[in-house]
Nanobody, 123 residues
Framework: VQLQASGGGLVQAGGSLRLSCAASLRTFSSYTMAWFRQAPGKERDFVAAISLGGGGTYYADSVKGRFTISRDNAKNTVHLQMNMLKPEDTAVYYC?????????????????WGQGTQVTVSS
């Protein structure tokens, strides 16, 4: 199983980035997908999650209204559209997968992880 995250980069505050995660999961539509992020010296924090069919989403308060998570089950991909970026959004962003329909916000509950993609927001 492999999760391949991409789309990170350097952007000015107020800008946008779109992260993508391609998953080699055989039954992708059976996995709740999520994004977490980890800043230097800090724990890995929940950012957003999306249900099996994409109809349910859940966001951390810090990104609500700015970030949008989506998935394409036909292409085994999940995306994170990040708008109105702030310097405090700077972190390595990880996609994660957990089998089942329950949306979880605790990192250790997830089964599979991508390698991470760096997002840097300059002020």
């Amino acid at each position: 199983v492999q999760l391949q995250a991409s789309g990170g980069g350097l952007v000015q505050a107020g800008g946008s980035l779109r992260l993508s995660c391609a998953a080699s999961l055989r039954t992708f539509s059976s996995y709740t997908m999520a994004w977490f992020r980890q800043a230097p010296g800090k724990e890995r924090d929940f950012v957003a999650a999306i249900s099996l069919g994409g109809g349910g989403t859940y966001y951390a308060d810090s990104v609500k209204g700015r970030f949008t998570i989506s998935r394409d089950n036909a292409k085994n991909t999940v995306h994170l559209q990040m708008n109105m970026l702030k310097p405090e959004d700077t972190a390595v962003y990880y996609c994660a997968a957990v089998y089942g329909q329950v949306i979880l916000v605790v990192a250790r509950m997830y089964d599979y992880w991508g390698q991470g993609t760096q997002v840097t927001v300059s002020s």
